[in-house]
């Protein structure tokens, strides 16, 4: 049984959820501009950015290539550049930066310890991201408050911190995601078939269990307050970035 049969549930409001969302995206294009859609191609993002695409609004895609994503998702990657109207756009990390922390580290380090994890995502992530987002006033992610207890509160226009973060799923749950993916025919991760619920680098992703909570799959080998990359973790918490 594949994602869709599994998750595709929409809440008995979903229509009017829907309704604000794409009411929210077009006002943060007129208002907000310039942003960006930061995508990891996971099943909320391909959400956001499907409903870009329908409504034509001048939003760019964004995607942190880390050079540790898994196939699958680079195999979308390359769907999304052929098929997406708005812009894709690719970040990569510093090559130089990657070779040196391999060479005094090892292959896949972020195991040994929280430091060497946030080292690796602040090479492999946040530079990448804060090149992404030079000059941007705001971007779109694809955050929901039922992803994790940290993100309970994410509002749906985020403006804690300088750059605004528009988070126009964040009442939607799972079963409306996979609602929509499944209604409009959307291309997805087929990692998410194979009980990925949340996508990242391979070395730090891993399939979940029945109950298990949705980040319950990421760096797996920490405490759970811990499981942030830095890229939606407030300034006064940052360890690394
Ligand atoms: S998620 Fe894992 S592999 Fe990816 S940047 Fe962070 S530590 Fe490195």
């Keep these: 049984m594949g994602a869709v049969d599994l998750h595709a549930r929409p809440s008995k409001d979903f229509e009017e959820k829907l309704a604000a969302t794409r009411k929210l995206l077009v006002l943060a294009a007129s208002e907000f501009a310039p942003l960006k859609q930061a995508s990891s191609l996971g099943a909320e993002d391909v959400v956001i950015t499907h409903l870009v695409n329908s409504l034509e609004l001048p939003i760019p895609v964004f995607v942190l290539e880390t050079g540790a994503l898994h196939q699958e998702t680079l195999d979308l990657l390359e769907r999304t550049k052929s098929l997406s109207r708005a812009p894709v756009e690719v970040y990569r990390p510093v090559q130089e930066s990657v070779v040196q922390f391999v060479g005094r580290e090892g292959k ?6 929280i430091a060497l994890r946030k080292e690796c995502c602040a090479i492999r992530k946040l530079e990448p991201l804060a090149r992404a987002l030079e000059g941007q006033k705001a971007w779109i992610t694809g955050l929901r408050r039922e992803q994790s207890n940290a993100r309970a509160e994410v509002p749906a226009i985020d ?6 973060k528009i988070n126009p799923l964040a009442d939607w749950t799972w079963g409306d995601v996979w609602h929509y993916i499944s209604v409009n025919q959307v291309d997805y991760n087929p990692l998410h078939d194979q009980f990925f619920p949340s996508i990242g680098c391979a070395p730090c992703t891993r399939a979940i269990s029945l109950g ?15 499981k942030e990359c830095g890229l939606h973790v407030k300034n006064e918490d940052k360890v690394t970035a």
């Design 108 to 113: 896949d380090p972020m195991y040994r310890s």
């Design 159 to 164: 403006t804690a911190e300088a750059r605004v």
């Design 212 to 226: 298990e909570d949705f980040r319950a799959g990421r760096w797996w080998w920490e405490d759970e307050a811990a």
